[in-house]
Protein backbone atom coordinates (compact mmCIF):
# COMPACT_ATOMS: atom_id res chain seq x y z
CA UNK A 1 0.00 0.00 0.00
CA UNK A 2 1.73 3.03 -1.18
CA UNK A 3 -0.61 5.35 0.78
CA UNK A 4 -0.32 6.20 4.63
CA UNK A 5 -2.75 3.48 6.39
CA UNK A 6 -1.62 1.52 9.36
CA UNK A 7 -2.51 -1.39 10.38
CA UNK A 8 -3.57 -2.64 13.87
CA UNK A 9 -1.37 -4.18 16.55
CA UNK A 10 0.59 -7.60 16.63
CA UNK A 11 0.00 -9.67 20.09
CA UNK A 12 2.05 -12.42 21.34
CA UNK A 13 2.38 -15.04 24.43
CA UNK A 14 4.36 -17.78 25.54
CA UNK A 15 3.37 -19.86 28.51
CA UNK A 16 5.83 -22.35 30.16
CA UNK A 17 8.83 -20.90 27.93
CA UNK A 18 12.12 -20.33 28.70
CA UNK A 19 14.11 -17.27 28.41
CA UNK A 20 11.34 -14.92 28.91
CA UNK A 21 10.68 -11.93 28.06
CA UNK A 22 13.48 -11.95 25.43
CA UNK A 23 11.67 -14.69 23.58
CA UNK A 24 8.60 -12.72 23.63
CA UNK A 25 10.22 -9.95 22.33
CA UNK A 26 11.97 -11.95 19.73
CA UNK A 27 9.03 -12.85 18.51
CA UNK A 28 7.74 -9.46 18.29
CA UNK A 29 9.88 -8.94 15.71
CA UNK A 30 7.93 -11.10 13.30
CA UNK A 31 5.01 -9.11 14.38
CA UNK A 32 6.32 -5.47 13.58
CA UNK A 33 4.42 -4.63 10.74
CA UNK A 34 1.61 -4.92 12.47
CA UNK A 35 2.79 -1.76 14.76
CA UNK A 36 6.20 0.44 15.04
CA UNK A 37 4.59 3.04 17.42
CA UNK A 38 5.20 1.49 20.87
CA UNK A 39 6.13 -2.25 22.49
CA UNK A 40 6.04 -4.02 25.33
CA UNK A 41 6.18 -7.29 27.20
CA UNK A 42 4.71 -8.43 30.83
CA UNK A 43 6.01 -11.27 32.52
CA UNK A 44 4.37 -13.97 35.06
CA UNK A 45 6.91 -15.11 38.00
CA UNK A 46 4.17 -17.05 40.04
CA UNK A 47 4.05 -14.32 42.62
CA UNK A 48 3.63 -11.19 40.38
CA UNK A 49 3.56 -9.67 36.87
CA UNK A 50 6.07 -6.82 35.52
CA UNK A 51 5.55 -4.70 32.56
CA UNK A 52 8.43 -3.24 30.37
CA UNK A 53 7.39 -0.83 27.49
CA UNK A 54 8.47 2.20 25.42
CA UNK A 55 7.66 4.05 22.56
CA UNK A 56 8.78 2.94 19.15
CA UNK A 57 10.18 -0.14 17.78
CA UNK A 58 11.09 -3.76 19.04
CA UNK A 59 14.65 -2.55 18.82
CA UNK A 60 13.75 0.01 21.30
CA UNK A 61 12.39 -1.97 23.80
CA UNK A 62 14.91 -4.32 24.04
CA UNK A 63 17.62 -1.07 24.29
CA UNK A 64 16.00 0.92 26.81
CA UNK A 65 15.19 -2.26 29.03
CA UNK A 66 16.82 -4.44 30.63
CA UNK A 67 14.87 -7.70 30.23
CA UNK A 68 17.17 -9.96 31.58
CA UNK A 69 16.38 -8.65 34.71
CA UNK A 70 13.10 -9.70 34.20
CA UNK A 71 12.11 -13.58 34.99
CA UNK A 72 9.28 -16.22 34.57
CA UNK A 73 8.02 -18.93 33.55
CA UNK A 74 5.06 -17.04 31.07
CA UNK A 75 4.74 -13.86 29.13
CA UNK A 76 2.99 -11.73 26.96
CA UNK A 77 3.89 -8.93 24.36
CA UNK A 78 2.25 -6.12 22.61
CA UNK A 79 3.36 -4.49 19.26
CA UNK A 80 1.42 -1.04 18.74
CA UNK A 81 -0.38 1.41 16.11
CA UNK A 82 -3.28 3.26 17.85
CA UNK A 83 -6.47 2.78 16.75
CA UNK A 84 -8.43 3.65 19.53
CA UNK A 85 -6.36 6.76 22.18
CA UNK A 86 -3.74 8.98 20.82
CA UNK A 87 -0.45 7.44 20.71
CA UNK A 88 1.60 7.83 24.18
CA UNK A 89 3.51 5.82 26.99
CA UNK A 90 0.55 5.82 28.83
CA UNK A 91 -1.75 3.94 26.27
CA UNK A 92 1.50 1.38 25.15
CA UNK A 93 0.50 -2.15 25.97
CA UNK A 94 0.84 -4.37 27.92
CA UNK A 95 -1.64 -2.42 30.08
CA UNK A 96 -0.75 -3.79 34.07
CA UNK A 97 -3.76 -3.54 37.12
CA UNK A 98 -4.51 -4.52 40.19
CA UNK A 99 -7.91 -6.23 40.79
CA UNK A 100 -9.39 -8.69 43.34
CA UNK A 101 -7.82 -11.24 41.72
CA UNK A 102 -4.40 -9.92 42.04
CA UNK A 103 -2.12 -8.57 39.05
CA UNK A 104 -3.83 -8.91 35.70
CA UNK A 105 -2.21 -7.66 32.33
CA UNK A 106 -3.75 -7.42 29.11
CA UNK A 107 -2.95 -7.07 25.67
CA UNK A 108 -5.56 -6.81 22.53
CA UNK A 109 -5.02 -6.14 18.78
CA UNK A 110 -8.94 -4.86 17.04
CA UNK A 111 -10.83 -1.84 17.98
CA UNK A 112 -13.87 -2.30 20.29
CA UNK A 113 -16.67 -0.32 19.15
CA UNK A 114 -19.17 -0.15 22.27
CA UNK A 115 -16.84 1.13 24.46
CA UNK A 116 -17.31 4.91 24.24
CA UNK A 117 -20.70 4.09 25.94
CA UNK A 118 -19.09 1.53 28.86
CA UNK A 119 -16.50 4.24 29.41
CA UNK A 120 -19.39 7.56 29.80
CA UNK A 121 -21.22 5.15 32.11
CA UNK A 122 -18.29 3.94 34.27
CA UNK A 123 -17.02 7.71 34.47
CA UNK A 124 -20.59 8.81 35.53
CA UNK A 125 -19.96 5.97 38.48
CA UNK A 126 -16.65 7.25 39.45
CA UNK A 127 -14.26 5.15 37.72
CA UNK A 128 -11.09 6.63 37.18
CA UNK A 129 -8.89 5.97 33.41
CA UNK A 130 -5.29 6.16 33.28
CA UNK A 131 -5.65 5.70 29.40
CA UNK A 132 -7.68 6.59 26.63
CA UNK A 133 -8.04 2.54 25.22
CA UNK A 134 -10.75 0.62 24.57
CA UNK A 135 -8.57 -1.92 26.39
CA UNK A 136 -8.76 -0.25 29.74
CA UNK A 137 -12.26 0.07 29.65
CA UNK A 138 -12.33 -3.72 29.64
CA UNK A 139 -10.27 -4.10 32.64
CA UNK A 140 -12.59 -1.93 34.17
CA UNK A 141 -15.38 -4.26 33.18
CA UNK A 142 -14.03 -7.07 34.41
CA UNK A 143 -12.97 -6.21 37.63
CA UNK A 144 -16.85 -5.08 38.32
CA UNK A 145 -18.47 -8.19 37.73
CA UNK A 146 -20.08 -10.28 40.45
CA UNK A 147 -18.06 -13.13 39.04
CA UNK A 148 -17.10 -15.60 41.28
CA UNK A 149 -13.37 -16.26 39.19
CA UNK A 150 -11.32 -14.64 37.10
CA UNK A 151 -11.94 -17.14 34.25
CA UNK A 152 -15.53 -16.19 34.67
CA UNK A 153 -15.26 -12.15 34.47
CA UNK A 154 -13.40 -12.39 31.73
CA UNK A 155 -15.81 -14.38 29.78
CA UNK A 156 -18.84 -12.45 31.35
CA UNK A 157 -16.93 -9.05 30.31
CA UNK A 158 -15.57 -10.29 27.00
CA UNK A 159 -19.56 -11.66 25.30
CA UNK A 160 -20.85 -8.03 26.05
CA UNK A 161 -17.99 -6.37 23.40
CA UNK A 162 -18.98 -5.34 20.60
CA UNK A 163 -16.04 -4.89 17.51
CA UNK A 164 -13.02 -6.83 17.00
CA UNK A 165 -10.59 -8.34 19.58
CA UNK A 166 -7.53 -10.83 19.73
CA UNK A 167 -6.52 -10.87 23.96
CA UNK A 168 -4.06 -12.18 25.94
CA UNK A 169 -4.30 -11.69 29.47
CA UNK A 170 -1.92 -12.42 31.86
CA UNK A 171 -2.03 -12.84 35.66
CA UNK A 172 1.09 -14.35 38.16
CA UNK A 173 -0.17 -17.67 37.22
CA UNK A 174 -2.52 -18.10 34.43
CA UNK A 175 -2.76 -16.81 30.65
CA UNK A 176 -6.41 -16.28 28.80
CA UNK A 177 -7.03 -16.06 25.33
CA UNK A 178 -9.73 -14.34 23.70
CA UNK A 179 -11.00 -13.64 19.95
CA UNK A 180 -14.70 -11.68 19.37
CA UNK A 181 -17.60 -14.32 17.62
CA UNK A 182 -16.65 -13.07 14.40
CA UNK A 183 -12.84 -13.87 14.27
CA UNK A 184 -12.31 -10.18 12.34
CA UNK A 185 -8.30 -10.64 12.95
CA UNK A 186 -6.40 -13.45 12.81
CA UNK A 187 -4.80 -15.61 16.12
CA UNK A 188 -3.03 -18.80 16.51
CA UNK A 189 -1.79 -21.48 18.40
CA UNK A 190 1.14 -22.88 18.64
CA UNK A 191 3.36 -25.42 20.17
CA UNK A 192 7.06 -25.09 21.42
CA UNK A 193 8.25 -28.13 23.21
CA UNK A 194 6.72 -27.99 26.14
CA UNK A 195 5.70 -24.28 25.86
CA UNK A 196 2.44 -22.86 24.29
CA UNK A 197 2.34 -20.05 22.31
CA UNK A 198 -0.11 -18.00 21.02
CA UNK A 199 0.53 -15.23 18.45
CA UNK A 200 -1.40 -12.33 15.44
CA UNK A 201 0.20 -14.31 12.50
CA UNK A 202 1.92 -17.20 12.22
CA UNK A 203 5.68 -15.78 10.85
CA UNK A 204 6.16 -15.45 14.88
CA UNK A 205 6.00 -19.30 15.34
CA UNK A 206 8.76 -19.72 12.89
CA UNK A 207 11.02 -17.16 13.96
CA UNK A 208 10.76 -18.83 17.56
CA UNK A 209 10.91 -22.47 16.59
CA UNK A 210 7.07 -23.00 17.53
CA UNK A 211 5.12 -25.30 15.36
CA UNK A 212 1.25 -24.15 14.25
CA UNK A 213 -1.36 -26.26 16.19
CA UNK A 214 -4.40 -24.23 15.33
CA UNK A 215 -6.37 -20.95 14.92
CA UNK A 216 -7.91 -19.75 18.24
CA UNK A 217 -11.59 -20.05 16.95
CA UNK A 218 -14.32 -17.43 16.96
CA UNK A 219 -15.81 -16.62 20.43
CA UNK A 220 -13.20 -18.96 22.06
CA UNK A 221 -11.79 -18.63 25.76
CA UNK A 222 -8.75 -20.33 25.96
CA UNK A 223 -7.01 -21.00 29.55
CA UNK A 224 -3.59 -21.69 29.92
CA UNK A 225 -2.20 -22.75 33.47
CA UNK A 226 0.19 -25.43 34.74
CA UNK A 227 -2.23 -28.09 34.96
CA UNK A 228 -2.55 -27.41 30.85
CA UNK A 229 -5.07 -25.52 28.86
CA UNK A 230 -9.02 -25.69 28.76
CA UNK A 231 -11.71 -23.98 25.93
CA UNK A 232 -15.01 -23.02 26.05
CA UNK A 233 -16.97 -20.71 23.97
CA UNK A 234 -18.29 -17.26 25.58
CA UNK A 235 -20.04 -16.15 22.41
CA UNK A 236 -21.35 -17.13 19.18
CA UNK A 237 -21.95 -15.11 16.59
CA UNK A 238 -24.42 -15.44 13.12
CA UNK A 239 -21.27 -15.86 10.79
CA UNK A 240 -17.51 -15.49 10.91
CA UNK A 241 -16.37 -12.24 9.42
CA UNK A 242 -12.59 -12.16 9.01
CA UNK A 243 -10.96 -9.25 7.83
CA UNK A 244 -10.69 -9.66 4.07
CA UNK A 245 -7.93 -6.54 3.87
CA UNK A 246 -5.98 -9.30 6.21
CA UNK A 247 -5.22 -11.48 2.76
CA UNK A 248 -4.92 -8.03 0.49
CA UNK A 249 -2.38 -5.69 2.15
CA UNK A 250 -2.18 -6.50 6.37
CA UNK A 251 -0.83 -9.88 6.76
CA UNK A 252 2.64 -11.21 5.86
CA UNK A 253 2.67 -13.22 3.33
CA UNK A 254 4.65 -16.58 5.06
CA UNK A 255 1.60 -16.61 7.51
CA UNK A 256 -0.69 -18.46 7.85
CA UNK A 257 -3.85 -16.62 8.08
CA UNK A 258 -7.03 -17.57 9.03
CA UNK A 259 -5.62 -21.15 8.56
CA UNK A 260 -4.59 -20.74 4.85
CA UNK A 261 -1.21 -19.50 3.52
CA UNK A 262 -1.50 -15.70 2.84
CA UNK A 263 0.83 -16.02 -0.15
CA UNK A 264 -1.06 -19.00 -1.90
CA UNK A 265 -4.63 -16.67 -1.23
CA UNK A 266 -2.81 -13.54 -2.11
CA UNK A 267 -1.52 -15.00 -5.68
CA UNK A 268 -4.80 -16.45 -5.77
CA UNK A 269 -6.23 -13.10 -5.71
CA UNK A 270 -3.60 -11.59 -7.78
CA UNK A 271 -4.40 -14.06 -10.69
CA UNK A 272 -8.36 -13.06 -10.16
CA UNK A 273 -7.77 -9.70 -10.51
CA UNK A 274 -6.01 -10.41 -14.45
CA UNK A 275 -8.98 -12.38 -15.47
CA UNK A 276 -11.15 -9.55 -14.30
CA UNK A 277 -9.11 -6.44 -15.67
CA UNK A 278 -7.04 -8.11 -18.39
CA UNK A 279 -4.15 -5.39 -19.98
CA UNK A 280 -1.92 -5.21 -22.65
CA UNK A 281 1.10 -4.65 -21.80
CA UNK A 282 5.17 -5.58 -21.60
CA UNK A 283 5.89 -6.15 -18.22
CA UNK A 284 4.56 -6.37 -15.12
CA UNK A 285 5.81 -4.26 -11.62
CA UNK A 286 4.46 -4.42 -8.36
CA UNK A 287 4.44 -1.38 -5.82
CA UNK A 288 6.88 -2.94 -3.00
CA UNK A 289 6.32 -4.62 -0.68
CA UNK A 290 2.78 -5.33 0.32
CA UNK A 291 1.62 -5.61 -3.51
CA UNK A 292 4.27 -8.02 -5.01
CA UNK A 293 2.50 -11.16 -4.10
CA UNK A 294 -0.45 -10.28 -5.80
CA UNK A 295 1.43 -8.20 -8.86
CA UNK A 296 3.42 -12.04 -9.04
CA UNK A 297 -0.13 -13.85 -9.33
CA UNK A 298 -1.13 -11.22 -11.98
CA UNK A 299 1.95 -11.61 -14.27
CA UNK A 300 1.31 -15.75 -13.88
CA UNK A 301 -2.33 -15.56 -15.41
CA UNK A 302 -1.53 -12.96 -17.84
CA UNK A 303 1.58 -14.60 -19.05
CA UNK A 304 3.11 -11.23 -18.97
CA UNK A 305 6.73 -10.99 -17.56
CA UNK A 306 7.04 -9.91 -14.05
CA UNK A 307 9.91 -7.04 -13.10
CA UNK A 308 11.46 -5.27 -10.35
CA UNK A 309 10.99 -1.92 -12.01
CA UNK A 310 10.15 0.09 -8.35
CA UNK A 311 12.10 -0.02 -5.11
CA UNK A 312 11.10 0.91 -1.83
CA UNK A 313 13.87 2.65 1.11
CA UNK A 314 13.09 0.87 4.40
CA UNK A 315 14.67 3.52 6.32
CA UNK A 316 13.13 6.74 5.82
CA UNK A 317 11.09 6.78 9.24
CA UNK A 318 10.43 10.43 10.33
CA UNK A 319 12.48 13.10 8.06
CA UNK A 320 13.01 16.53 7.77
CA UNK A 321 11.17 18.00 4.43
CA UNK A 322 11.95 20.85 2.58
CA UNK A 323 9.22 23.02 3.18
CA UNK A 324 9.97 24.82 0.06
CA UNK A 325 8.93 21.70 -2.43
CA UNK A 326 5.97 19.79 -2.54
CA UNK A 327 6.10 17.73 0.50
CA UNK A 328 4.03 14.75 -0.77
CA UNK A 329 6.40 14.58 -3.75
CA UNK A 330 9.34 14.64 -1.54
CA UNK A 331 7.44 11.59 0.97
CA UNK A 332 6.99 9.59 -1.98
CA UNK A 333 10.64 10.20 -3.36
CA UNK A 334 12.06 9.04 -0.01
CA UNK A 335 10.54 6.31 -0.24
CA UNK A 336 10.15 4.66 -3.61
CA UNK A 337 12.28 4.83 -6.81
CA UNK A 338 12.55 3.21 -10.16
CA UNK A 339 14.97 1.33 -11.58
CA UNK A 340 15.96 3.04 -14.65
CA UNK A 341 15.77 0.89 -18.03
CA UNK A 342 13.48 -1.35 -17.01
CA UNK A 343 10.25 1.12 -18.10
CA UNK A 344 11.95 2.54 -20.88
CA UNK A 345 9.75 1.83 -24.02
CA UNK A 346 7.66 -0.14 -22.09
CA UNK A 347 4.03 -0.34 -22.00
CA UNK A 348 3.64 -1.31 -17.41
CA UNK A 349 1.20 -2.76 -15.91
CA UNK A 350 1.28 -1.60 -12.13
CA UNK A 351 -0.26 -3.82 -9.58
CA UNK A 352 -1.20 -2.46 -6.17
CA UNK A 353 -3.03 -3.59 -3.41
CA UNK A 354 -5.23 -0.79 -2.68
CA UNK A 355 -6.25 3.00 -3.40
CA UNK A 356 -6.97 5.27 -0.33
CA UNK A 357 -6.21 8.52 -1.22
CA UNK A 358 -4.46 8.05 -4.38
CA UNK A 359 -2.14 10.74 -4.06
CA UNK A 360 1.17 8.60 -3.62
CA UNK A 361 0.03 6.35 -6.63
CA UNK A 362 -0.18 9.96 -9.07
CA UNK A 363 3.48 10.60 -8.19
CA UNK A 364 4.56 6.98 -8.85
CA UNK A 365 2.51 7.00 -12.01
CA UNK A 366 4.28 9.86 -13.09
CA UNK A 367 7.72 8.59 -11.90
CA UNK A 368 7.14 5.72 -14.07
CA UNK A 369 6.25 7.67 -17.19
CA UNK A 370 9.34 9.94 -16.31
CA UNK A 371 11.32 6.96 -16.55
CA UNK A 372 10.57 6.58 -20.21
CA UNK A 373 7.18 4.12 -19.77
CA UNK A 374 4.90 4.52 -23.45
CA UNK A 375 1.81 3.29 -21.14
CA UNK A 376 1.26 2.98 -17.65
CA UNK A 377 -2.21 1.08 -16.24
CA UNK A 378 -2.42 0.58 -12.76
CA UNK A 379 -4.47 -2.55 -11.55
CA UNK A 380 -5.58 -2.74 -7.79
CA UNK A 381 -6.02 -6.23 -6.48
CA UNK A 382 -8.70 -4.85 -4.08
CA UNK A 383 -12.31 -3.08 -4.79
CA UNK A 384 -13.01 0.64 -4.30
CA UNK A 385 -12.10 1.70 -0.69
CA UNK A 386 -15.08 4.00 0.10
CA UNK A 387 -15.73 3.59 3.56
CA UNK A 388 -14.43 3.64 6.90
CA UNK A 389 -13.30 0.76 8.92
CA UNK A 390 -14.63 0.45 12.62
CA UNK A 391 -12.66 -3.11 13.65
CA UNK A 392 -9.00 -1.90 13.97
CA UNK A 393 -7.69 -1.06 10.22
CA UNK A 394 -7.19 3.03 10.54
CA UNK A 395 -9.12 4.42 7.50
CA UNK A 396 -9.04 8.35 6.95
CA UNK A 397 -11.97 9.58 6.95
CA UNK A 398 -14.62 9.09 4.56
CA UNK A 399 -14.29 12.45 2.72
CA UNK A 400 -10.43 11.71 2.59
CA UNK A 401 -11.26 8.07 1.08
CA UNK A 402 -11.09 9.24 -3.20
CA UNK A 403 -13.14 6.29 -3.64
CA UNK A 404 -16.16 7.97 -1.61
CA UNK A 405 -16.63 10.71 -4.11
CA UNK A 406 -15.18 9.93 -7.28
CA UNK A 407 -15.63 6.71 -9.97
CA UNK A 408 -13.14 4.96 -10.49
CA UNK A 409 -12.89 6.61 -14.32
CA UNK A 410 -12.42 9.95 -12.60
CA UNK A 411 -9.74 8.29 -10.48
CA UNK A 412 -8.09 6.98 -13.36
CA UNK A 413 -8.11 10.34 -14.71
CA UNK A 414 -6.55 11.97 -11.20
CA UNK A 415 -3.67 9.45 -11.53
CA UNK A 416 -3.02 10.17 -14.65
CA UNK A 417 -2.55 6.67 -16.25
CA UNK A 418 -3.80 5.18 -19.75
CA UNK A 419 -6.49 2.90 -17.76
CA UNK A 420 -7.19 2.02 -14.00
CA UNK A 421 -8.90 -1.59 -12.86
CA UNK A 422 -10.33 -2.60 -9.64
CA UNK A 423 -11.10 -5.93 -8.23
CA UNK A 424 -14.85 -6.83 -8.22
CA UNK A 425 -15.83 -7.62 -4.00
CA UNK A 426 -17.28 -11.32 -5.36
CA UNK A 427 -14.08 -11.29 -7.11
CA UNK A 428 -12.12 -10.85 -3.84
CA UNK A 429 -14.19 -12.23 -1.60
CA UNK A 430 -14.52 -15.56 -3.97
CA UNK A 431 -10.92 -16.30 -3.84
CA UNK A 432 -10.56 -16.52 0.06
CA UNK A 433 -11.10 -19.81 1.19
CA UNK A 434 -14.71 -20.52 2.01
CA UNK A 435 -16.23 -17.92 0.03
CA UNK A 436 -17.57 -14.09 0.85
CA UNK A 437 -20.28 -15.68 3.58
CA UNK A 438 -16.74 -15.93 5.92
CA UNK A 439 -16.00 -12.51 5.40
CA UNK A 440 -16.01 -8.79 6.25
CA UNK A 441 -16.07 -6.43 3.43
CA UNK A 442 -17.06 -3.92 4.85
CA UNK A 443 -14.93 -0.93 3.70
CA UNK A 444 -15.81 -2.02 0.16
CA UNK A 445 -19.51 -2.57 0.35
CA UNK A 446 -20.54 -1.13 3.35
CA UNK A 447 -22.20 -4.13 5.05
CA UNK A 448 -20.91 -4.07 8.31
CA UNK A 449 -21.15 -7.08 10.50
CA UNK A 450 -21.14 -5.80 13.42
CA UNK A 451 -22.36 -2.70 15.70
CA UNK A 452 -21.15 0.36 14.44
CA UNK A 453 -21.26 4.16 16.60
CA UNK A 454 -23.89 6.20 15.06
CA UNK A 455 -22.09 9.22 17.17
CA UNK A 456 -18.72 8.09 15.01
CA UNK A 457 -16.75 11.13 13.69
CA UNK A 458 -16.94 8.82 10.82
CA UNK A 459 -20.05 7.30 10.75
CA UNK A 460 -20.81 4.88 7.26
CA UNK A 461 -22.87 6.22 4.44
CA UNK A 462 -23.89 3.75 2.89
CA UNK A 463 -25.89 3.25 -0.43
S1 LIG B 1 -14.09 -2.89 7.19
FE1 LIG B 1 -12.44 -3.53 5.77
S2 LIG B 1 -10.52 -3.32 6.91
FE2 LIG B 1 -12.22 -3.25 8.40
S3 LIG B 1 -12.48 -5.37 9.11
FE3 LIG B 1 -13.90 -5.11 7.41
S4 LIG B 1 -12.70 -5.73 5.58
FE4 LIG B 1 -11.25 -5.40 7.25
Known amino acids: MSDEVREECGVLGIFNGERLPRQVAMGLYALQHRGQESAGVAVANGERVRVRKSMGLVSHLIRENNLDELSGF ?151 DKDGWRTEQFTSKPRKAHCIFEYVYFSRPDSLIFEHSCDKIRRRIGRQLAKECPVSADIVISVPDSSTTAALGYAQESKIPFEIGLLRNHYVGRTFIDPSQDVREQKVRLKFNVIQGVMKG ?47 MDFPTTGELIASTLTPAEIGKMLNVDSLGYLSVEGLTGAAPGGPKDYCAACFDCNYPDYVPSNSTTPPHCG
Open 346 to 392: KRVCVVEDSIVRGTTLRYIARMIREAGATEVHIRISSPPVAHPCFFG
Open 74 to 224: AAIGHVRYSTTGSSTLANAQPILVSCRWGHLAIVHNGNLTNTDEMRYEMEQDGHIFLSTTDSEVLLHEIARTKAASLGEAIRIACAKLTGSFCIIFLTKDTMYVARDGFGFRPMCLGKMNNSWVVASESCAFDLLGASYVRDVKPGELITI
